[in-house]
T-cell receptor, first 114, second 111 residues
Framework: DAGITQSPRYKITETGRQVTLMCHQT?????MFWYRQDLGHGLRLIYY???????DKGEVPDGYVVSRSKTENFPLTLESATRSQTSVYFC?????????????FGQGTRLTVV | GENVEQHPSTLSVQEGDSAVIKCTYS??????FPWYKQELGKGPQLIID???NVGEKKDQRIAVTLNKTAKHFSLHITETQPEDSAVYFC??????????WGAGTKLIIKP
C-alpha cells in the first residue's frame, strides 16, 4: 500500500531498555522527519533526514539515534529509554521543503516507558 | 529561538457557527504557513496553506489570512460541522526550511 507506515502502533517498555520505532514510506520522498507530540507542546522535531545517509538534529535530539541507509526507511532508536520519553511519536516524509511542500504523516506510535 | 504561538488552546463553537484560530510567528524570514488537522488516533493532515506573497486563501469553508507586518496568520472555518471537531496545528517555515509548530487548538463542535 502506498503511504507512510509506522510500527509498532503501541509500545510499552521499561526504563533503561533500548527500543526502535520503525517508519517506512513508499513515495521515495527525499526528506523524512521524526516528531514527538506532548500535550501543550505541539509537535517537536527530534531528527530529520534530507536523503539516505544524511541526518541532522532537530529541536529535541537528546537520547535518540536515527539512521537512514535506504530512502524509504527511517528508524528512530531510544538507546536507554527514560520516563520523559513517554510520548506519541510521528514520522513524516516530504519532497524537499522548498516551496509549497506538504508533509505526510504516519499514524503515530504511542510509547510508554515504565 | 524561533517560535509559533497559537490561540486558543481549546475552542468550543455551536454547529453552524464560525471558528477562528490565530497564530503568531517570530521569524520574519518565514515564507510558508500551513495548517494541519489531526483527528483522534491519526497523524496530522494538511488542510490549507499560504505563502508570504498572498494575503488570503480560501478553500470551500476554510480560509487562511496572513498579516506579514504583524507576523500573524489565522484559520477561519465557516458553517462548522461535527466532522470539523479535531486538533488544528499551525506552522511556519523558517529560514532553515524547517517547520516550527504551534501547540495546537482543540476544536469542539457542539450539536
Amino acid at each position: 500500500d502506498a503511504g507512510i507506515t509506522q510500527s509498532p502502533r503501541y509500545k510499552i517498555t521499561e526504563t533503561g531498555r533500548q527500543v526502535t520505532l520503525m517508519c517506512h514510506q513508499t513515495w521515495s520522498h527525499s526528506y523524512m522527519f521524526w516528531y514527538r507530540q506532548d500535550l501543550g507542546h505541539g509537535l517537536r522535531l527530534i531528527y530529520y533526514s534530507a536523503a539516505a545517509d544524511i541526518t541532522d538534529k532537530g529541536e529535541v535530539p537528546d537520547g535518540y539515534v536515527v539512521s537512514r541507509s535506504k530512502t524509504e526507511n527511517f528508524p528512530l532508536t531510544l538507546e536507554s529509554a527514560t520516563r520523559s520519553q513517554t510520548s506519541v511519536y510521528f514520522c513524516a516524509s516530504s519532497p524537499p521543503p522548498r516551496g509549497d511542500t506538504e508533509a505526510f504523516f504516519g499514524q503515530g506510535t504511542r510509547l510508554t516507558v515504565v | 529561538g524561533e517560535n509559533v504561538e497559537q490561540h486558543p488552546s481549546t475552542l468550543s463553537v455551536q454547529e453552524g457557527d464560525s471558528a477562528v484560530i490565530k497564530c503568531t510567528y517570530s521569524d520574519s524570514a518565514s515564507n510558508y504557513f500551513p495548517w494541519y488537522k489531526q483527528e483522534l488516533g491519526k497523524g496530522p493532515q494538511l488542510i490549507i496553506d499560504i505563502r508570504s506573497n498572498v494575503g488570503e486563501k480560501k478553500d470551500q469553508r476554510i480560509a487562511v489570512t496572513l498579516n506579514k507586518t504583524a507576523k500573524h496568520f489565522s484559520l477561519h472555518i465557516t458553517e462548522t460541522q461535527p466532522e470539523d471537531s479535531a486538533v488544528y496545528f499551525c506552522a511556519a517555515r523558517g529560514s532553515n526550511y524547517q517547520l516550527i509548530w504551534g501547540a495546537g487548538t482543540k476544536l469542539i463542535i457542539k450539536p
